[in-house]
């Protein structure tokens, strides 16, 4: 789901909830109606669990500094990939 869409109907949904005037929660309701429409428009994109835009690019950063998650762990870091996970550098990376 779009998290802008989403947003917004939010917003709209308290403007409708907190509406002063009679006329002005109509126009909210209005909007909020047309914002529920264009959100039933929108596409979903299936991702499987390692393609997504955050694995790819954090899976970029393990190969750069060598560091294999094991696979017969769940992916976990054991042994020395958390030692190297550690450093200075590989942390940068990781959380830019």
């Not at 308290?14 to 209005?30: I, N, Y």
């Not at 979903?44 to 500094?65: E, F, I, M, N, Y």
């Amino acid at each position: 789901m779009d998290a802008k869409a989403t947003d917004e109907i939010a917003f709209l949904e308290v403007c409708v909830a907190f509406g002063e005037a009679e006329s002005s929660s109509q126009t909210w309701m209005e909007q909020l109606e047309k914002a529920q429409e264009e959100l039933e428009t929108i596409s979903h994109t299936s991702l499987t669990s390692r393609s997504g835009p955050v694995c790819s690019q954090l899976d970029a950063v393990l190969d750069k500094h060598a560091m294999t998650p094991q696979s017969y762990h769940s992916r976990s870091f054991t042994g020395n990939h958390c030692n190297k996970y550690l450093h200075p550098e590989v942390f940068k990376d990781i959380t830019n």
